[in-house]
């Protein structure tokens, strides 16, 4: 009875090669985020949905990128991973933007070689 | 600039103590407070969220607590357990920055047998 699914649990891509991670939600929730995670670092906001609205990171590298076709579903896409993109991604959904609880999925592990 | 500090960044206690993990941000201009248990190489796992409005919060072992003029809350577990070493991660909502969750870098629990 996942909430929020990722897949896949890991992902090894080659230096440049474009990667795409997904994301879906049961929760029907209108907001959609991505975090960036690298090792014992805090999680990172890249960018979040409000339904269709886009709300990107000012300092979310040109390299991310995301789509949001449908409510259940969201895609973060990386144009050329370079090494430093290696991290957990991690995909949460919430009801609002304001006092509402965000729900995590499993996350990503992204390996870059 | 809203900054979550988590001290201490680990901690290695024996089974059965009681332990308070410490969580401190710098503007007060927030929705809520949220703490989250992380497991090696996994994603987040909300424990408790703590509305501005609100003193603290129970669940089962757990509870937090939320002293917003002071920029301060308190997770504390009651008798640990081994299946209680995780990361724990607080995260605030600020009022100023729709939908952004900020966290700090966690405190690694390690409780022995």
């Known amino acids: 009875d996942a909430m929020v699914i990722q897949n896949p649990r890991y992902q090894v891509t080659q230096f440049g090669k474009p990667v795409t991670l997904s994301c879906s939600q049961t929760l029907n929730h209108n907001v959609m985020y991505w975090y960036q995670q690298k090792s014992s670092q805090a999680p990172k906001l890249l960018f979040h949905?409000?339904?269709?609205?886009?709300?990107n990171e000012a300092d979310t590298p040109d390299n991310f990128q995301s789509r949001r076709p449908n409510t259940s579903f969201c895609f973060l896409d990386i144009r050329s991973p370079g090494l430093g993109d290696a991290a957990m991604y991690l995909c949460a959904t919430s009801s609002g933007e304001t006092v509402e609880k965000l729900f995590f999925g499993s996350g990503t592990q992204l390996s870059v070689l | 600039k809203q900054e979550v500090t988590q001290i201490p960044a680990a901690l290695s206690v024996p089974e059965g103590e009681n332990l308070v993990l410490n969580c401190s941000f710098t503007?007060?201009?927030?929705?809520?407070l949220q703490w989250f248990r992380q497991d090696p190489g996994k994603g987040l796992t909300s424990l408790l969220l703590i509305q501005s409005s609100q003193r603290e919060q129970t669940s089962g072992r757990l509870n937090a607590s939320l002293d917003k003029s002071s920029g301060r809350s308190t997770l504390y577990i009651a008798a640990s357990q081994p299946g209680d070493s995780a990361t724990y991660l607080c995260a605030v909502r600020p009022s100023s920055n729709t939908g952004k969750l900020i966290f700090g870098q966690g405190t690694t629990l390690q409780v022995k047998p």
């Open positions: 503007d007060s201009a927030i929705y809520n």
């Open positions: 949905y409000y339904d269709k609205d886009f709300n």
